[in-house]
């Protein structure tokens, strides 16, 4: 049994039971009204959810929970190299993306809620005097070709919306990138005149906190990788024997594992105040998620460099599992850009303090 199949049935039970614990709730939703801050988040989160975007979700209770709730999950998922529940359902659009803005089209008609519960119960009821349908491509750093549903935040000119698209309708079809990462599959996906099955009406605020989640997750699994690339070379430099003695105990071994160590260190502390941000609605969250992206993806090319450095030629053969994670890293390191384009980005925001006051809206 490899090393990745024995960490993924270890943490099978940790994402069981968080599933169970934070995701065995149903949010019950009435009338889907607009709002601001805080409440804006709650309302668009749920809403997302119910439309396939968080695919664990179960429907045995009415206890809300929050996004902030589910975050362990992603990293969890990241130390076991599993798909991850947040892109298990395909999550695209502008505000995601810039650099491959699609050129999405939406015909948009009269679209109302006439009440009901979604989740757990009866879909609902939209009136639309004119189909909805959307044109264009969306390019999916971490899709999945199997995803059932596409959650596109689309502008309109009434305000901002979240357009829900089922892929297996003609007009919609995905094209696998090729990539060596075993766990991710870029995506292509066009869409000509598809028909979404659901329009969720919003404003700019709440669907802007789509990116947000988007980033956060991404964090969170990154530190998971992270960890799993310490343990891997911690464990492989106590065993693996040379001159007499295990490698680990030679100092510029046990630099670059400490090394290692701080950097994994460092997302967690990132993480740990991402988290808080969010819960908070701290107005930082932008600002701070931006900066975050720059770290973590030096720290996830640097910590696989100097992980394969620790075992030498034999991990980046099929024989060990450190070349799956790395080749995930750099999967991972590649989504949000260079940590130089990062950089560029805290920068232009610094020099534009009043964006910050919507920051979460441009993650």
Not at 33 to 54: E, I, M, Q
């Amino acid at each position: 049994m490899s090393m990745v199949t024995e960490t993924k049935d270890a943490t099978s039970d940790l994402i069981g039971s968080a599933a169970t614990e934070l995701l065995g709730r149903v949010w019950q939703i009435g009338e889907l009204r607009k709002g601001s801050g805080l409440d804006a988040a709650r309302t668009a989160w749920p809403a997302a959810a119910a439309a396939g975007w968080f695919s664990l979700l179960d429907t045995a209770s009415a206890e809300k929970i929050e996004f902030a709730d589910v975050l362990p999950t992603f990293r969890a998922a990241g130390t076991a190299l599993l798909a991850g529940p947040l892109f298990s359902a395909a999550v695209a659009g502008p505000s995601l993306f810039p650099d491959a803005a699609p050129d999405l089209r939406f015909d948009d008609g009269s679209v109302a809620f006439s009440g009901g519960g979604w989740v757990g119960g009866p879909r609902p009821r939209l009136r639309m005097p004119t189909k909805s349908t959307v044109s264009g491509q969306v390019v999916l750093p971490e899709g999945d070709p199997a995803a059932r549903y596409l959650v596109l935040p689309v502008g309109l000119s009434y305000g901002a919306a979240l357009a829900i698209v089922a892929t297996g309708q003609p007009g919609v079809v995905i094209r696998r990138l090729p990539t060596p990462d075993a766990v991710w599959s870029p995506c292509v996906v066009s869409l000509d005149g598809a028909e979404a099955a659901a329009l969720i009406a919003g404003d700019n605020e709440a669907v802007g906190w789509l990116p947000t989640w988007h980033g956060c997750a991404w964090a969170l699994r990154s530190a998971g990788v992270l960890n799993a690339l310490v343990d891997l070379a911690v464990d492989y430099a106590k065993t693996r024997e040379q001159f007499g003695g295990p490698i680990g105990r030679f100092q510029a071994v046990a630099h670059i594992l400490a090394d290692m160590a701080v950097q994994a260190a460092t997302v967690d502390n990132v993480c740990s105040w991402l988290e808080q941000l969010l819960r908070t609605n701290d107005q930082r969250l932008g600002h701070t998620l931006q900066t975050a992206h720059g770290h973590i993806t030096t720290c996830l090319r640097d910590c696989a460099e100097k992980a394969l450095q620790v075992f030498g030629g034999i991990g980046f053969t099929n024989e060990c599992d450190l070349h799956l994670y790395m080749k995930h890293a750099l999967q991972l390191s590649s989504i949000y850009g260079t940590a130089d384009q990062a950089a560029r980005e805290v920068g232009l925001r610094s020099l534009a303090p009043k964006h910050l006051a919507h920051s979460h809206d441009a993650c």
